[in-house]
């Protein structure tokens, strides 16, 4: 479980393109920050640039979705 300090500080959802658990997911995501926030929901396949890319960064939720490996931490 993620503890509810950290989830005040979501400012970035990224889930899996590809995946309709994950488009679901995510807009609930967005629909339950919207009071606290607005939060960018980014939409990637794995293993593609923008994943590779993608840096692990404070704010960062990934949903039903995972860092590349590469990266993980």
Do not use: W
């Amino acid at each position: 479980m993620i503890p509810l300090d950290e989830l005040k500080n979501v400012t970035h959802v990224v889930t899996h393109i590809s995946c309709p658990d994950g488009a679901a997911s995510s807009l609930i995501l967005k629909d339950a920050f919207r009071y606290v926030r607005d939060v960018k929901v980014s939409f990637m396949n794995y293993g593609t640039k923008a994943h590779r890319e993608l840096e692990p960064e404070p704010g960062l939720l990934f949903c039903d979705f995972a860092p590349y490996i590469e990266r993980e931490v």
